[in-house]
């Protein structure tokens, strides 16, 4: 493509030093003879490779090939490991190498034609093993048995050849590093030993035959060069220029020739490797993108290492150049940001987002700290921080530390103030001055990214390293990618949480907040939102007190998971308790509940089961529509389901039927409604997580019913839909109250018996230090009933403890009110006083077909009989 090297930034210093040679007409330098890949070699830590090969019967390992420097020298010897070194000044057979290091003499070291298949060199073992098996000088030392001396600090690995099950050989490589192989310098030799294992493939009338070494580092397509940075020169091998799409009569040896056909845009980040002021890093990675003249574009890996002489100025750079798509890499462009929107996608809270953030970026960058923060009006609310822990943030963090997480003022930190103003990525290298709040975050290099979404900036994204660290071209590009795709999701999942939070404001509102205490029992709830979607559901549940010995437990599910759904639920939650409390029967709660979500004009239903318990006498009425059925537990420890005759859902037919079902329940018996969210899912059969829930009720300890409840709860992993469940242990009441009734007959003298009948029952009952206030209070009530209402009157009594209890019921719904004024001229109204004043208790309540007004008295203590005085003087002496 026509580019013009001069106009290219950062070129002009390489070029100044070609200035003094193009001047005197001399022609450029000629290329430097280079075995083919010996550089590749050398850069992966391998100053020699060599190819063994079984022998004849696979008795041994003899040696095929070798590469890298010349390949016999005298004075070499062989060694159990396959390598050693040679007295000096004597002779040994066998080809070899002289392995060498900048600035240290030539160290003489042999490979054996041949080794023993059942000996225990490094070859043998990596050939019978089938592992590599890479060697340090201290582990090498060992192999020697102790004859190696440490100053040769040598590496070696061993790499076994095979392919389809078949071993072909081994592939042993020596390196002059004292720390042993890289990582990334092993990953590249094996992919070199699969390289040449690929050439070994031959069958058993045509045995391999080198070359083979420099063929598969051909196929490996790796490029070498070496760079003078004080004259430009650069020496290029020929697979570097394949690489980069120039022919080698084109290539003059000057920089800007190597990179004509570089992407203007990578040119900055390419320079500055290709260009070291200093020598700040032993080794740099970038990838960058060349257009070949065809048109075609293509990633290419650049990995170099700095040489640098004594006064830290560098010397010459050594690198290599791959085709992405051979060099083994964590993750490319492409990938991270199809995974981290993909990651993002999935993450619905704030939390989910930051922990995507941290995966997404520290790892793969190689950070120490990344910091997410939300913007809210002028502070910073972070949402993580990693490392989590203060002593890992600078002091300015650490200082501020809340309960979870540091929150600031943006105004105190005005790098970050300006790049959220901007919306603008800013990326500071190592050395660069920062104000108190962010010093230390990146001594290495600090990345700071405004995130921003629908126009504005929701947060900020803080990346920063200790150790210097360079941004590639590519490196920001993908941060800025990044920066979009995390304030996007920070804004839905803040929206999600908004929604999260009044949705669980709602469900909070719309169920029992406590349950009450009960004489006879103990019930225990719990509820479990659903994990996807909007978290407020249609399960509910209630405990309803009818009566001093009557309880209603009840227990429904309302179609979907929306805010009507969760309408409907309290809705008919609130129904239902006020049909119970009116004194209903079950059948005809559960009826006049069915009617008025019917009358609601709604498409949802709704599924229930209602139970009505005698507390005194354990018997149950169970009336079932549409719902699951009752679990009980028995007192020995089995476990059943109630064989409850069902109806219909409610809203589904106005005159449905809704039968009642009677069980009786002895003292210990634990009862169970569950809606599904419990007992189905969608990898779950219902009659399978029945089983399981009965299971689970009938290994739990009933003597404490909250454990109980959460044992049943199981593995909230699957848990699809809301979950509501309701337990109560019956117990059965210690002290029965002790009742009588009586109908009052309308006759002139009604309130004269209702008295007797009052008088007689007290007398009866050995209480009566009572009989005067309750006397009282029964003949205003009855007189009340009698005057103001129509229709039978009923008068009961109940003794519970000291506590006397009198109840008249009429037919008239309407409550009796208490007179706002009396005066002396007042022909009635005092009687609710009297009985108000007498009593220690006293309303009224709706009972089905009109209402009960209530009182509650107190049985005095009997006095102490009077001391005789006899007695008194004996005591005291006194008369």
């Not at 392919?163 to 592939?171: D, S």
């Not at 793969?364 to 910091?371: E, N, Q, T």
């Amino acid at each position: 493509m026509p580019h013009d090297g001069r106009a290219r930034a950062g070129v002009s210093q390489l070029r100044a030093s070609e200035a003094g040679a193009a001047g005197t007409g001399s022609p450029p330098p000629a290329r430097e003879a280079v075995a083919p890949g010996e550089r590749a070699l050398a850069f992966a830590g391998a100053t020699l490779a060599a190819v063994y090969v079984p022998g004849a019967g696979e008795q041994e390992l003899r040696l095929l090939e070798t590469a890298g420097l010349p390949a016999s020298r005298p004075g070499l010897s062989a060694s159990p490991s396959g390598l050693s070194k040679s007295k000096r000044g004597h002779p040994a057979s066998g080809p070899g190498a002289a392995l060498s290091r900048p600035g240290h003499a030539v160290t003489p070291y042999a490979l054996p034609e041949r080794l023993p298949l059942p000996g225990g060199s490094p070859a043998a073992q990596a050939y019978r093993t089938g592992r590599p098996l890479w060697l340090n000088p201290a582990a090498l030392a060992a192999y020697e048995g102790g004859t190696a001396p440490a100053a040769a600090q040598l590496s070696l690995g061993a790499l076994p050849l095979g392919a389809e099950g078949r071993r072909l050989g081994c592939l042993v490589v020596v390196g002059a590093s004292g720390d042993g192989f890289e990582t990334e310098q092993q990953r590249f030799l094996e992919r070199y030993a699969d390289a040449v294992a690929a050439l070994l493939r031959a069958g058993p009338d045509r045995p391999p035959s080198p070359p083979l070494l420099g063929p598969a580092l051909r196929a490996l397509r790796v490029g070498s060069f070496v760079l003078e940075p004080d004259t430009g020169v650069i020496d290029a091998d020929d697979m570097l220029l394949e690489l980069v799409g120039i022919t080698p009569d084109d290539f003059d040896g000057k920089a800007d020739t190597l990179l004509a056909n570089a992407l203007p845009e990578d040119m900055h980040a390419l320079m500055s490797v290709l260009e070291p002021s200093i020598p700040a890093f032993a080794r740099r990675e970038l990838e960058f993108r060349v257009r070949h003249p065809t048109g075609e574009v293509r990633w290419l890996t650049l990995r170099c290492r700095v040489a640098a002489r004594s006064d830290d100025r560098p010397q010459r750079l050594l690198g290599v150049v791959t085709a992405t798509s051979v060099q083994r890499r964590s993750a490319d462009d492409v990938s991270r940001i199809q995974w981290l929107t993909a990651a993002l996608d999935d993450a619905t809270t704030v939390e989910d987002v930051g922990q995507v953030v941290v995966t997404a970026l520290r790892e793969p960058l190689a950070a120490d700290r990344v910091a997410l923060a939300e913007l809210r009006e002028d502070r910073l609310v972070v949402i993580v921080l990693d490392p989590p822990t203060p002593a890992a943030w600078p002091q300015a963090w650490s200082s501020e530390w809340r309960s979870e997480w540091p929150d600031a003022s943006v105004r105190a930190l005005p790098t970050l103030q300006l790049a959220l103003r901007d919306g603008r990525m800013d990326l500071w290298p190592a050395g660069t001055p920062l104000e108190p709040g962010l010093a230390g975050i990146g001594a290495g290099g600090l990345a700071v990214l405004p995130l921003p979404a629908k126009g504005g900036i929701v947060g900020v994204c803080l990346v920063g390293w200790d150790q210097p660290h360079e941004f590639a071209t590519e490196e920001r590009s993908v941060l800025t990618a990044t920066a979009a795709l995390i304030g996007q999701a920070l804004e839905r999942a803040h929206a999600y949480d908004a929604e999260q939070e009044l949705a669980t404001m709602l469900q909070r509102s719309l169920l029992p907040r406590r349950l009450p205490e009960l004489p006879g029992g103990k019930a225990v709830a719990r509820y479990l939102p659903a994990r996807r979607g909007l978290q407020v559901g249609g399960d509910w549940y209630d405990v309803i007190v009818i009566s001093e010995d009557r309880v209603a437990l009840v227990i429904g599910d309302v179609q979907g998971h929306s805010a009507g759904a969760a309408t409907i639920m309290g809705q008919m939650r609130t129904a239902v308790r006020a049909y119970a409390v009116e004194g209903h029967p079950p059948d005809v709660v559960v009826s006049h509940a069915n009617r008025l979500l019917v009358g609601m004009e709604t498409d949802l239903f709704a599924t229930c089961c209602y139970v009505e318990l005698d507390m005194e006498e354990g018997n149950a009425l169970f009336v079932r529509a549409g719902h699951l059925s009752p679990l009980v537990r028995h007192p020995d420890g089995s476990t059943e389901e109630v064989e409850v005759e069902g109806g219909l859902p409610l809203g589904v037919l106005a005159e449905a039927e809704f039968p009642m079902t009677a069980v009786a329940l002895t003292p210990g018996t634990v009862l169970a409604l569950v809606t599904d969210g419990l007992v189905e899912a969608a990898d779950l059969p219902l009659d399978e997580g029945m089983d399981r829930t009965r299971l689970a009720l009938a290994a739990a300890d009933p003597a404490d019913t909250g454990r109980m409840a959460d044992a049943l709860l199981g593995d909230e992993g699957r848990r699809e839909d809301d979950v509501a469940l309701l337990l109560l242990r019956y117990d059965g009441m210690t002290a029965r109250p002790i009742r009588a009734g009586w109908v009052v007959w309308r006759l002139p003298d009604a309130v004269m018996h209702a008295r007797r009948f009052t008088a007689r029952t007290l007398r009866g009952w050995k209480v009566e230090e009572a009989a005067d206030g309750v006397l009282l209070v029964v003949s205003e009530l009855v007189t009340n009933a009698l005057v103001h209402t129509q229709g039978p009157v009923r008068l009961d009594l109940i003794l519970r403890g000291d506590l006397v209890r009198v109840s008249v019921s009429d037919a008239s719904p309407r409550a009796p009110a208490k007179p706002v004024i009396v005066d002396w001229e007042s022909t009635g109204g005092r009687g609710l006083l009297l009985v108000e004043a007498m009593s220690d208790s006293f309303g009224s309540v709706p009972v089905a077909g009109g209402k009960q007004v209530w009182s509650e008295i107190r049985v005095p203590p009997p006095e102490p009989a009077a001391a005789a005085p006899e007695s008194r003087t004996q005591r005291g002496g006194l008369p």
